[in-house]
């Protein structure tokens, strides 16, 4: 009897461990099998590990340049979800992952560390590679879509007051509301530049990120702090005033990679990010956010329908 | 190249009319969602959160055992072992795991987390075995000394089996901690059950995936307790007595 | 070793960061901390101190006592947090609701084993000089519980002060784990040194329940439970199924 039940324990217990390390080892790489028959540059180059920030945004980036790789041939494996720009950062100096996608703006202020904001979008981009050429990484070409902090508002209210660029809130003096994170009302890419460049003067009402557009619905905030990639900017009920004067700087992204992984990897390897990079406008990026953060698809998947459509994969 | 001048063919994700319906409400519970993450999200977790399991209470198990029999033999190993693995013990999660993060090679990474990891179950495994070992009673180790038996074969055959009970309730306490304290590992590295978790609070705080994969993670602790009872019981028919 | 030199630069600034004017200070956050975590302690200990007492008391519902403590083992508190936050939403409800839960637990079941495994002759004894069932609770069977109870009570605070700082993962904001989860603004020095905080929080904790529990305690019972000195640290050892 109890050898029995000694038995069925030890096998249950073993199917549980076969299973789990059985398997583990080749879930990622579903879609690298297929088309390696014929050619597949990247079948005898040494494996590469990427990573990706802790946001929706940056997941499906990171699985579209990973399996845009995989199709041809590369041995890539994504450490997700790292955590913020400082994080991943260190953990491609110090080598635990060769490539991670990064934004532009943030590579000159956050990682670089520099003050001034740079005043287009090639110099904060000449500026980002300076930075981490000097740390043995190359930036690859950028995106054409840009994720920065933009002033959104119901398209009802703008077409109402013949909204098109933040000056145009000038004509409400204080009487306009307008919503951010509290951090918004101390900073330059925030109150503090648009009031100096662009001489408005609305009033400030801090607002969770998360109940930005809920603001926006019941009218709580005429105005909201948004980003120019946010999923809801596809349903068409909301409007993005122009930024001439670029208070909010230049957020486009690319892939950092390790400069000894650029040669090692051959050819084909760069032309891939860069042809991945190149498709992503921000009309594509935005019906990918929605439908990871609004239908909460994998972002796995939606970039595999998203490469196939491009006939990338 | 000529394609991409013309910008990029964006498909359709599927997001027309109902499609998504539960999923852009967040309703608690959308089986759509489940059925459709299950193979890519939801078992890989749950194989993860296994393994991650298995390698830290397998480890923990041998050092804690190794240190055990050498505070059997010597007993002022004690003292220090239980200071420092109370300590140990002691410190939250969240803080081991982003503590450890600032040593040097260690950094995100799966060996991070099984440092940790490794580190709760010590305490646990160490006191109970040691304990199962001394409450052997004197007079049938002195009988196995009698019957001409040397001391490693009393430890292998006399010792050990005695204090199974205590050392598989060890075990059994180490494992459910494991499973628990696994899911907050997801934090510095993006694998087990932790891993959906904080994505769905990241992601507009997602219901049903935190249902989901936080119902997983009580589930698995509760069967491997189950398990381990029946391990423990198989094992030690002898001790069913014994509290 | 440079980081954990910034993270003690980061808690010798109280928190702040250079060029970040609004975040709350170390202090503050530590204090916060301590609140929602004794909040969750002192109802969890409201509710089960007196069920656990009178169970042992009683001597009866070992079976509910001690397997609601084997099952607490079981949950996980990212988990239970987690489903919290799917019912209740994001806030301090649901925080308190996971911490009673998961504290309950042990401190029914160590409190049912402290009371329940108190010496009968000595209880008889006392009830031979004419005590009544209050008075020797009170002045048997509690006295000579304390190690045990209190057993039970850091257990449970040990998991109180980590599960508060866990909530900030699920978005819970006003505790140290807020630095934690926003390593965008306090960089990973901050991180380090909140995680310093938390490490110290719960040693601090243990040390001070150490130290009532031993101002409690009878001074015979001390060298009595030697032999089960091992219930004091760590988790309870009921393994009784």
Same mark, same amino acid.
């Given at each position: 009897?109890?050898?029995?039940?000694?038995?069925?324990?030890?096998?249950?217990?073993?199917?549980?461990?076969?299973?789990?390390?059985?398997?583990?080892?080749?879930?990622?790489?579903?879609?690298?099998?297929?088309?390696?028959?014929?050619?597949?540059?990247?079948?005898?180059?040494?494996?590469?590990?990427?990573?990706?920030?802790?946001?929706?945004?940056?997941?499906?980036?990171?699985?579209?340049?990973?399996?845009?790789?995989?199709?041809?041939?590369?041995?890539?494996?994504?450490?997700?979800?790292?955590?913020?720009?400082?994080?991943?950062?260190?953990?491609?100096?110090?080598?635990?992952?060769?490539?991670?996608?990064?934004?532009?703006?943030?590579?000159?202020?956050?990682?670089?560390?520099?003050?001034?904001?740079?005043?287009?979008?090639?110099?904060?981009?000449?500026?980002?590679?300076?930075?981490?050429?000097?740390?043995?990484?190359?930036?690859?070409?950028?995106?054409?879509?840009?994720?920065?902090?933009?002033?959104?508002?119901?398209?009802?209210?703008?077409?109402?007051?013949?909204?098109?660029?933040?000056?145009?809130?000038?004509?409400?003096?204080?009487?306009?509301?307008?919503?951010?994170?509290?951090?918004?009302?101390?900073?330059?890419?925030?109150?503090?530049?648009?009031?100096?460049?662009?001489?408005?003067?609305?009033?400030?009402?801090?607002?969770?990120?998360?109940?930005?557009?809920?603001?926006?619905?019941?009218?709580?905030?005429?105005?909201?702090?948004?980003?120019?990639?946010?999923?809801?900017?596809?349903?068409?009920?909301?409007?993005?005033?122009?930024?001439?004067?670029?208070v909010f700087g230049f957020q486009n992204v690319a892939p950092i990679v390790k400069k000894s992984v650029i040669?090692?990897?051959?050819?084909?390897?760069?032309?891939?990010?860069?042809?991945?990079?190149?498709?992503?406008?921000?009309?594509?990026?935005?019906?990918?956010?929605?439908?990871?953060?609004?239908?909460?698809?994998?972002?796995?998947?939606?970039?595999?329908?998203?490469?196939?459509?491009?006939?990338?994969? | 190249?000529?394609?991409?001048?013309?910008?990029?063919?964006?498909?359709?994700?599927?997001?027309?009319?109902?499609?998504?319906?539960?999923?852009?409400?967040?309703?608690?519970?959308?089986?759509?969602?489940?059925?459709?993450?299950?193979?890519?999200?939801?078992?890989?977790?749950?194989?993860?959160?296994?393994?991650?399991?298995?390698?830290?209470?397998?480890?923990?198990?041998a050092i804690s055992t190794a240190l055990a029999l050498l505070a059997y033999r010597r007993g002022w190993i004690?003292?220090?072992?239980?200071?420092?693995?109370?300590?140990?013990?002691?410190?939250?999660?969240?803080?081991?795991?982003?503590?450890?993060?600032?040593?040097?090679?260690?950094?995100?990474?799966?060996?991070?987390?099984?440092?940790?990891?490794?580190?709760?179950?010590?305490?646990?495994?160490?006191?109970?075995?040691?304990?199962?070992?001394?409450?052997?009673?004197?007079?049938?180790?002195?009988?196995?000394?009698?019957?001409?038996?040397?001391?490693?074969?009393?430890?292998?055959?006399?010792?050990?089996?005695?204090?199974?009970?205590?050392?598989?309730?060890?075990?059994?306490?180490?494992?459910?901690?494991?499973?628990?304290?696994?899911?907050?590992?997801?934090?510095?590295?993006?694998?087990?059950?932790?891993?959906?978790?904080?994505?769905?609070?990241?992601?507009?705080?997602?219901?049903?995936?935190?249902?989901?994969?936080?119902?997983?993670?009580?589930?698995?602790?509760?069967?491997?307790?189950?398990?381990?009872?029946?391990?423990?019981?198989?094992?030690?028919?002898?001790?069913?007595?014994?509290? | 070793?440079?980081?954990?030199?910034?993270?003690?630069?980061?808690?010798?600034?109280?928190?702040?960061?250079?060029?970040?004017?609004?975040?709350?200070?170390?202090?503050?956050?530590?204090?916060?901390?301590?609140?929602?975590?004794?909040?969750?302690?002192?109802?969890?200990?409201?509710?089960?101190?007196?069920?656990?007492?009178?169970?042992?008391?009683?001597?009866?519902?070992?079976?509910?006592?001690?397997?609601?403590?084997?099952?607490?083992?079981?949950?996980?508190?990212?988990?239970?947090?987690?489903?919290?936050?799917?019912?209740?939403?994001?806030?301090?409800?649901?925080?308190?609701?996971?911490?009673?839960?998961?504290?309950?637990?042990?401190?029914?079941?160590?409190?049912?084993?402290?009371?329940?495994?108190?010496?009968?002759?000595?209880?008889?004894?006392?009830?031979?000089m004419g005590f009544s069932g209050w008075q020797i609770l009170r002045k048997v069977e509690l006295p000579l519980?304390?190690?045990?109870?209190?057993?039970?009570?850091?257990?449970?605070?040990?998991?109180?002060?980590?599960?508060?700082?866990?909530?900030?993962?699920?978005?819970? /904001?006003?505790?140290?784990?807020?630095?934690?989860?926003?390593?965008? /603004?306090?960089?990973?020095?901050?991180?380090?040194?909140?995680?310093?905080?938390?490490?110290?929080?719960?040693?601090?904790?243990?040390?001070?329940?150490?130290?009532?529990?031993?101002?409690?305690?009878?001074?015979?019972?001390?060298?009595?439970?030697?032999?089960?000195?091992?219930?004091?640290?760590?988790?309870?050892?009921?393994?009784?199924?």
């Amino acid at each position: 009897m109890t050898r029995k039940l000694l038995f069925a324990v030890a096998a249950a217990l073993l199917a549980v461990v076969a299973a789990a390390c059985g398997s583990s080892s080749k879930s990622s790489t579903t879609h690298a099998v297929k088309t390696t028959a014929q050619k597949s540059p990247g079948a005898d180059k040494p494996p590469i590990v990427m990573g990706d920030k802790n946001f929706p945004e940056e997941y499906v980036l990171g699985s579209l340049y990973q399996q845009a790789l995989q199709a041809k041939g590369y041995h890539i494996t994504l450490k997700g979800n790292i955590g913020s720009s400082e994080i991943v950062w260190k953990a491609m100096t110090s080598g635990q992952i060769q490539m991670y996608p990064e934004y532009t703006g943030v590579i000159v202020s956050v990682l670089a560390g520099n003050t001034k904001p740079p005043h287009s979008a090639s110099q904060t981009y000449n500026e980002a590679q300076a930075y981490v050429q000097k740390h043995g990484f190359t930036l690859l070409k950028p995106t054409p879509f840009y994720d920065t902090d933009a002033m959104g508002t119901l398209k009802s209210f703008a077409t109402k007051h013949h909204l098109h660029t933040i000056s145009d809130l000038k004509q409400f003096g204080h009487s306009v509301t307008l919503g951010g994170a509290p951090e918004f009302a101390t900073r330059y890419e925030g109150l503090i530049g648009l009031k100096k460049v662009y001489g408005v003067n609305p009033t400030f009402k801090p607002i969770a990120i998360a109940l930005t557009y809920k603001a926006l619905d019941s009218n709580q905030v005429q105005v909201a702090d948004v980003f120019t990639t946010d999923p809801q900017l596809t349903l068409g009920k909301y409007t993005i005033l122009s930024d001439p004067k670029n208070v909010f700087g230049f957020q486009n992204v690319a892939p950092i990679v390790k400069k000894s992984v650029i040669k090692s990897e051959g050819p084909v390897f760069e032309q891939t990010l860069n042809k991945v990079s190149a498709l992503l406008t921000l009309d594509a990026i935005r019906k990918m956010n929605a439908a990871v953060e609004l239908d909460k698809q994998s972002p796995s998947v939606v970039a595999h329908k998203f490469l196939a459509a491009n006939h990338l994969t | 190249m000529i394609v991409f001048a013309n910008g990029p063919v964006i498909p359709n994700f599927g997001g027309s009319g109902s499609t998504y319906a539960c999923e852009r409400a967040n309703r608690l519970f959308c089986p759509n969602w489940v059925s459709q993450n299950w193979n890519s999200v939801l078992w890989p977790a749950l194989r993860q959160h296994v393994v991650l399991t298995v390698i830290a209470v397998v480890i923990g198990f041998a050092i804690s055992t190794a240190l055990a029999l050498l505070a059997y033999r010597r007993g002022w190993i004690e003292r220090p072992v239980v200071i420092v693995t109370s300590i140990l013990y002691t410190i939250p999660s969240l803080a081991l795991f982003e503590l450890l993060v600032g040593v040097p090679g260690l950094g995100l990474s799966r060996t991070t987390a099984e440092v940790a990891l490794v580190s709760y179950t010590l305490l646990i495994m160490f006191r109970n075995t040691l304990t199962g070992l001394r409450e052997v009673p004197a007079e049938v180790r002195d009988a196995a000394t009698g019957m001409g038996m040397g001391s490693m074969r009393t430890l292998l055959r006399v010792d050990l089996p005695l204090a199974m009970p205590a050392i598989i309730a060890g075990v059994r306490i180490a494992t459910v901690t494991v499973i628990s304290l696994a899911t907050v590992a997801a934090l510095i590295d993006d694998e087990g059950l932790g891993a959906p978790i904080l994505q769905a609070i990241s992601n507009e705080v997602f219901k049903t995936e935190l249902i989901v994969a936080g119902g997983m993670a009580i589930a698995l602790a509760l069967l491997a307790d189950g398990l381990l009872v029946l391990l423990q019981r198989a094992l030690t028919p002898w001790a069913r007595v014994r509290v | 070793m440079n980081s954990f030199s910034q993270a003690l630069d980061f808690i010798g600034r109280n928190g702040q960061i250079p060029g970040e004017p609004q975040l709350p200070t170390l202090v503050h956050l530590t204090l916060e901390t301590v609140k929602i975590a004794w909040i969750g302690i002192g109802i969890a200990l409201v509710i089960a101190l007196p069920v656990g007492l009178w169970l042992g008391h009683i001597h009866r519902g070992s079976f509910v006592a001690i397997n609601v403590g084997n099952i607490w083992r079981a949950l996980p508190s990212l988990a239970v947090l987690a489903i919290g936050v799917a019912f209740l939403g994001l806030g301090l409800r649901n925080v308190e609701l996971a911490l009673i839960v998961l504290a309950v637990p042990p401190v029914i079941t160590n409190a049912y084993v402290a009371i329940n495994g108190v010496d009968r002759d000595v209880v008889d004894a006392a009830r031979g000089m004419g005590f009544s069932g209050w008075q020797i609770l009170r002045k048997v069977e509690l006295p000579l519980g304390v190690p045990l109870i209190f057993a039970g009570i850091r257990t449970a605070a040990l998991f109180v002060v980590s599960t508060t700082t866990i909530a900030a993962l699920t978005g819970y /904001s006003g505790s140290l784990g807020d630095i934690i989860n926003n390593e965008a /603004s306090y960089h990973l020095s901050g991180v380090l040194g909140a995680a310093m905080c938390i490490a110290a929080l719960a040693l601090v904790t243990d040390l001070l329940l150490a130290l009532v529990q031993r101002a409690l305690t009878p001074r015979g019972v001390t060298l009595e439970l030697h032999a089960g000195a091992h219930e004091a640290v760590g988790p309870p050892l009921a393994e009784t199924v």
